[in-house]
């Protein structure tokens, strides 16, 4: 489909970060090395507390509340500033606003001019045409996870930070969430955070798995993603995944 | 509808206690009047309790509408400015220590009998209510919301306007609502401490005079014109944030 919604013109670059963070003295982590690659499905997983939503705040420029020391590279030098989109387990819509408006939160933030007219054809997009008129407390959590998606495609960003976007839907929205997120964000750099070993095995080109020494590459299928979630080589790669997770030691 | 219904029960049954009060114990009527001979004298000093009331009610609104600007004002202002903050914010809570009501002397004083001292007793009395739900609502908005407005590029202005002062908008009401009901307080002290017109000071001379059924009739008066400014403000704020649960 030629729409504007996937694609951004200009060549994509992939990031690496590198670099140590701590909290008050207490170290998160030390000579970790992120690599993120260009127009790919990186998914990241590990214990809850081992720094994964830290790595996505850093990379998005937000305030950590701690001190990092290193370096955030994009393959083609310039800063990731202002080329970010991050999604995350709250939908955190504005329950004043529409669905339309929500989409459009950007364009009102930054005070530009409002595209009424693709804001409409992404509410379409996942599926929500007949509800922009809607506030999201008349929305299910589904449907407002899509409009937080429909939000972040809006911002038409190159790079896609998703922190367990999923994990508050039940399994079968999750899936549905999953297939649209991917025909949807294709061709964009996207990290995803999951606790999800199936979400991985179907999603990632990349699955990391972070642990207090730093960051493990874990195999992947050779089928690209995103992959059937009843395929047997993305049973096996979540089954070994799952082994994986569980030799880990806790944060 | 089943509001207005409970609201005009609750009021036959306490006009009705209030009635047995009056027949049980024999009190003399210039002691504490009945609802009748209450209604009697509302009806015949009808024009001269309007008269005094809209001197009540002049101030009250002036009040409000002055106290409610500041207090929004000093709000966005705290929101804004660190400085504003440190220095600002203890010394608006340590004023709150101070009652409202030793003031209304001196404001007498520096401002004479007529209706402004009674409109600075409304301001100072609802300026600190509206000021610190607001900016209570301002500071709490969503943190996700506010990275999301940083990676989006918003600026610290726009995010204030945008996002910061609708979230707060509840905030916002309760304290409105509030002022609704002690702004009336404010004006009514500011009477009786000094005034020649409106409810305070005609609920005084009533009393003065023993006419107590007088004095229960304008403060019948006050009481009503309290409630429906509660209810319009409220109606006001509810319309303004009929997204908020
Ligand atoms: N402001 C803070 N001060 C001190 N420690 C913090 C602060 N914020 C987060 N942490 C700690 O940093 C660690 C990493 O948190 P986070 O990145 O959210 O982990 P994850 O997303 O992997 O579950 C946690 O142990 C958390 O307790
Ligand atoms: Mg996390």
């Known amino acids: ?196 070993p199936s979400e991985a095995a179907r999603l990632g080109h990349h699955i990391l798995i972070m642990t207090a020494n730093g960051l493990n590459r874990h195999p992947t299928p050779s089928r690209p993603p995103i992959r059937p979630y009843d395929a047997p080589e993305t049973l096996a790669a979540q089954i070994a995944l799952m082994s994986q997770l569980r030799s880990q030691p806790d944060a | 509808m089943r509001k207005g219904y409970d609201i005009a029960v609750s009021f036959v049954l306490a006009v009705g206690v209030w009635q047995l009060v009056v027949w049980a114990t024999g009190v003399p009527h210039y002691i504490l009047p009945g609802p009748y001979r209450v209604w009697q004298s509302f009806v015949f000093n009808f024009p001269l309790i309007m008269e005094h009331a809209q001197i009540t009610i002049a101030e009250v609104l002036i009040g409000f509408v002055i106290g409610a600007a500041l207090g929004m004002t000093t709000a966005m202002h705290l929101m804004v400015s660190p400085a504003a903050r440190r220095f600002m914010l203890p010394v608006m809570v340590f004023s709150q220590a101070v009652p409202v009501f030793a003031l209304a002397p001196i404001l007498t004083l520096w401002l004479g009998y007529g209706i402004a001292s009674k409109i600075v007793m409304a301001i100072l009395i609802i300026y600190f209510p509206v000021a610190s739900n607001f900016f209570d609502g ?89 409630v429906a400014l509660h209810a319009l403000v409220g109606r006001a704020s509810k319309r303004m944030t009929d997204w908020s649960g």
Not at chain 1, 18 to 35: I, K, M, P
Not at chain 1, 105 to 132: M, Q
Not at chain 2, 184 to 209: D, F, H, K, T
Request: proline letters at 5%.
């Open chain 1, 1 to 196: 489909m030629a729409l504007s919604t996937s694609s951004p013109a200009s060549g994509l670059p992939g990031v690496t970060l590198q670099g140590d963070f701590s909290h008050q003295h207490q170290v998160l982590f030390r000579d970790l090395e992120l690599r993120v690659e260009a127009a790919e499905w990186t998914c990241l997983l590990g214990p809850s507390g081992v720094g994964k939503s830290t790595l996505l705040r850093l990379l998005a420029g937000l305030e950590t509340g701690g001190a990092f020391t290193g370096t955030i590279d994009t393959d083609d030098h310039f800063p990731l500033q202002g080329r970010v989109a991050y999604m995350g387990q709250a939908d955190l819509l504005a329950p004043w606003l529409n669905i339309h408006d929500n989409v459009l939160l950007g364009a009102r933030l930054r005070g530009s001019a409002p595209d009424h007219g693709r804001a409409e054809t992404l509410i379409a997009r996942v599926g929500l045409a007949d509800h922009t008129a809607k506030r999201p407390a008349a929305l299910s959590g589904g449907m407002r996870q899509r409009v937080a998606l429909a939000r972040a495609l809006m911002e038409d960003r190159p790079f896609v930070l998703l922190d367990e976007p999923f994990a508050a839907l039940d399994a079968k929205t999750r899936a549905e969430m999953q297939e649209l997120a991917f025909e949807l964000l294709a061709g964009r750099t996207v990290l995803l955070v999951t606790h999800d």
């Open chain 2, 138 to 226: 301002l500071r709490r908005c969503d943190p996700g919301l506010l990275d999301l407005a940083q990676t989006m590029g918003a600026s610290e202005t726009s995010t204030l306007l945008r996002l910061r002062l609708p979230a707060a908008l509840p905030s916002l009401g309760s304290g409105l609502r509030l002022a609704a009901v002690y702004a009336p307080i404010g004006a009514v002290i500011g009477e009786w401490v000094g005034s020649s017109q409106g409810l305070g000071y005609l609920m005084l001379l009533a009393n003065g005079r023993a006419k107590i059924d007088l004095m229960f009739a304008a403060l019948f008066v006050l009481a009503l014109f309290t």
